[in-house]
């Protein structure tokens, strides 16, 4: 599958990265180039195959309803770039 | 005696003969760790707390309480979450990011009296297959081929971890494996790597990279260290809901044990059209001694084998597409600053993530979708199935699969740069076990004609990392291997 | 019966479905431990996994799963033994881990069924397509700083039922029905407080007209209402709005509007072109979940009582009226206070003391059932006076107006003030006499033919005898001897 620079603006943006213009032409063509080469799997004929959504065939264990966590907000803030008042803070969103 | 040259085994008897005491032992590693700078292993030293936890490990010798692993200074790859140690993943985006906690796997080691020497390199996020997209720059292997001063790649993306045991400036390291990132480096670096079944070790604390895929694993001297460090490593984690809630068996006990009668499976699809010669004769010499120490081999199909990679290529980056998605300059790591939210999230990780990160969040992104994700997808988790079915139907006529470990041994740093593809095909022989969740350790059995270490592989079955040891320990008696890189820490 | 409105080129027909998100009731969070209490200061109730640490990860919480099931068995809902859980991926500063844990194609519950009340005493069925579990998001904060937003992740992590409704809404006043009916339902079951303007009820309301019979037209999601009433209005302003639209030869937009109630109009949100692409896939670090057929049966057998079977029961056991019984189990614990009341009891002096006396005075001083200066024993007490005949009906509400602000007994109150009725048809008739002796001029008005001072007499004979004289025997005594 080839990608065209406007696919690769639009998938760029639904990640939130940033491509600088001079880099989007060479990236297109190592994508495009990425997506041919796992479209071998076509060749696959998987009639009546499930995926695979879990690799071990364990069930879900379940948690007990028990307050055992939080509490510890600096920990929670310690690493963040910008915090007031024990809130994290981004620049603002427009709603 | 040089300390930094026991293994494991050696150094827990020689403790506990008093020898020699932990402290000494981790000042020979510390001043090895400092002696390895060239090579660019170490992200971060943590000598003083290697020589705290030495005393603690001491006192307990003393007193005859010595923990399995007191004593034993270990390298943990920056990718493990340590308590109050900066944890970076080998990327700009987690730079300064100080872990208010510490990973399951790692406190499961200091918990058995093992002491950390510090954080290595990896690449980026674990994505890779060679140490070099790391944002600290490539870690060098210390291996170089006879007669050519060029620095080779470690293998990836377990690298440092790799390169640190090899030079001897650890004695162990822990590493993550999702496609062969424990196995290849292995031996490229002609050490020990096991990466044990999907969900014998917990991933909590772990970076995510491929959440179905990733886990944790020893990186060693030889097979017995291998089972000493899984041993403390493993258990079940009620916080990972993919941890299996399973008795961590004694594995140690599994080495030495005899392979009279097993059966051991070779997989011709394994044998690649191009294969270097040298491989190959390395393939059927392990396949000799295999069969001199009493055990049978059966030729067995695992059809898939050659998807294996596009399948891996299509569920690790759609999963990572989303794990990664947290790193948006909010709650910890890089912020690039920016007019609005969206610039800011754009920015940050837009200057936070490097080319491969970048290229496989993207096709992840592409994958999952509107429009394709039935197409790629969906396709990769049928395709996977088809591919664990096939390691199903094959044990039911073998107990363990041997197959080299990489189709090569280490190229130059700066080789395979222009193909993105050329890298992840390094991966061909270990992929297929991360996506069947299987256990397999790479053990080293040859040299190239470069005088580079080539492994082997055994692949086990599901939670028998016990089998998969008795085969990887003959197979490492029968090589002999003690070929020694051209650079080795603090030797004079 | 739907209500068509009437636009300038015919009939249109409102198609409604309602997406209601229910903050279920915990102690602790969907996949982590921290709390899920209301009030706590900002990101105190948060670990590392719901704040989206590297290396964090989900474990469910098995109180949750039992909360969606009696819910699902609540909406008469299929219990999917088999569920997985999605990741639904977008960024925003309030979901950390930017992506959410929800159920796309395999939720806990599918196709259930719920039965409005309507207010012509009618009961209308609907479906409900699915419930399904999903962590609710943090809290963003966009007017504490001119050019930041403050992020609160207290809530982030809380588990949430997303129930969806088919579209078989027809009416605004369907869509309140449909809203206080599942409430009802939640509060029974324990599930969620579904308090809107508490916000652990949310309601997206989607919203499309059409020709009466003709295809389905384009939908409008409303989002976030935060009141039954406010849903009504909305509904009602963007389903005119529409029509407007395709009347004037318009085409509806498909868009996400808000509700802005000090107008009582929709806007659309200013959001950005993109397409919401989710790219839903089936979380990695979570296992399917598997329930057991038993375990699911043994909830359903301790299910409570629900409000339509009580109600049924109500107006078969105690004969009461739709009107009533659905007055009474709106809230469980009306119900019960009423069944309290009518134990032992002419059910019909219950339920008209509860509804009419009670409910009144509760409303009239902003209580609820659960803060009623009377209890259910002490209601009773009353209403045996007024079976036994010491009390007449008026002079019981004298009673209960006395009770409600001492909190003292009946019978002790009756006792203090001496107010047993008078039915003594002689100390009655004496009265009577009194009276008519002062009013000579009236007697003769009234035998002329003003009927009407009959109430007059009546006031008069009550006044002498302080209200205690049994008004039926005053009203036949006088008749009797003002005819003569």
Known sequence: ?95 | MTLTALTIGQARDGLRRKEFTARELADAYVRAMEAVRPLNVYLMETPDRALAAARQSDARLQKGEGLPLDGIPVAVKDLFCTEGVETTAASKILAGFVPPYESTVTANLWRSGALMLGKVNLDEFAMGSATISGARGPTENPWRRRGDNRPLVPGGSSGGSAAAVAARAALAATGTDTGGSIRQPASFCGIVGLKPTYGRCSRWGIVAFASSLDQAGPMTRDVRDAAIMLQAMAGHDPKDATSAPLPVPNFEAAVGRSVKGLRVGIPKEYRLDGMPTEIEMLWRRGIEWVKEAGATTVDISLKMTKYALATYYIIAPAEASSNLARYDGVRFGLRVPGESLEAMYENTRGHGFGAEVRRRVLIGTYVLSAGYYDAYYLKAQKVRTLIARDFDEAFKRCDAILTPTAPSPAFAIGEKMDDPIAMYLNDVFTVPVNLAGLPAISVPAGLSGDGLPLGLQVIGKAFDEETMLRVAAVLEDAAGFDAVPAFVAGSA | ?484
Request: aromatic share 6%; net charge negative.
């Open chain 1, 1 to 95: 599958m080839a990608l065209d620079k406007a696919t690769v603006a639009r998938i760029a943006a639904l990640a939130r990265i940033k491509v600088p213009e001079t880099e989007v032409d060479t990236l297109a063509g190592e994508l495009s180039k990425i997506l041919t080469w796992v479209e071998q799997l076509n060749e696959i004929d998987v009639a009546g195959v499930e995926p695979m959504t879990a690799v071990t065939l364990a069930r879900s264990p379940l948690r007990e309803d028990h307050v055992a966590d939080g509490g510890i907000v600096d920990k929670i803030l310690a690493n963040a770039p910008e915090t007031a008042n024990g809130f994290f803070v981004v620049p603002k969103v427009v709603e």
């Open chain 3, 1 to 484: 019966m739907s209500a068509l409105i009437q636009g300038r080129t015919g009939e249109w027909e409102v198609v409604i479905g309602l997406e209601v998100h229910a903050q279920v009731i915990s102690q602790a969070k969907l996949f982590s431990a921290a709390a899920t209490a209301f009030g706590a200061a900002p990101n105190t109730q948060v670990s590392f996994v719901d704040a989206a640490f590297p290396g964090m990860l989900p474990v469910l919480n098995r109180f949750c799963v039992e909360q969606a099931v009696k819910t699902g068995l609540g909406i008469n809902g299929r219990i999917n033994l088999h569920s997985v859980f999605d990741r639904k991926n977008y960024f925003y500063p309030d979901l950390p881990a930017g992506y959410q844990i929800s159920q796309f194609s395999q939720p806990i519950v599918s196709q259930g069924r719920l039965w409005l009340d309507l207010a012509d005493g009618t009961t209308r069925e609907v479906g409900i397509t699915r419930l399904h579990l999903e962590q609710d998001a943090g809290k963003s904060l966009h007017d504490q700083h001119p050019t930041k937003t403050y992020v609160d992740l207290n809530r982030a992590g809380v588990a949430l039922m997303e129930i969806v409704s088919e579209p078989d809404l027809r009416s605004a006043e369907e869509a309140g029905a449909y809203l206080r009916k599942l409430r009802s339902i939640l509060r029974y079951l324990g599930t969620c407080d579904a308090n809107m303007e508490e916000g652990n009820l949310r309601c997206d309301c989607n919203v499309s007209v059409r020709r009466p019979g003709g295809p389905l037209g384009t939908r409008c999601e409303i989002k976030n209402v935060n009141s039954v009433r406010f849903v009504m209005q909305a509904i009602e302003y963007e389903a005119r709005r529409q029509v407007e639209v395709i009347e004037e030869g318009g085409t509806v937009v498909q868009e996400t509007r808000l509700f802005d109630s000090g107008k009582g109009v929709t806007r659309s949100m200013r959001t950005k072109e993109e397409s919401h692409d989710y790219r839903y896939f089936p979380d990695p670090d979570l296992l399917p979940l598997s329930l057991d057929a038993a375990w699911v049966e043994s909830l359903k057998a301790g299910l409570p009582e629900l409000p339509d079977a009580k109600k049924t029961r109500f107006m078969r056991d105690y004969k009461l009226s739709a009107y009533d019984a659905g007055l009474l189990v709106g809230e469980r614990e009306n119900a019960d206070f009423f069944e309290a009341v009518a134990k032992g009891r002419d059910p019909k002096l219950a339920s008209s003391w509860v509804t009419v006396e009670l409910f009144g005075a509760l409303n009239k001083a902003g209580k609820t059932i659960a803060e009623s200066p009377v209890s259910p024993a002490a209601l009773g007490e009353l209403i045996d006076l007024i079976a036994d005949g010491t009390l007449s009906g008026r002079l019981a509400k004298d009673v209960f107006a006395e009770m409600l602000a001492s909190g003292k007994g009946a019978r002790a109150i009756v006792a203090e003030k001496g107010l047993k009725q008078v039915t003594d048809t002689g100390a009655i008739g004496a009265a009577i006499d009194a009276v008519l002796a002062g009013e000579p001029d009236k007697i003769a008005e009234y035998r002329a033919g003003k009927e009407k001072l009959l109430a007059f007499f009546v006031g008069q004979v009550m006044k002498a005898t302080q209200g205690k004289a049994n008004p039926a025997l005053v009203n036949q005594l006088l008749k009797k001897k003002l005819a003569g």
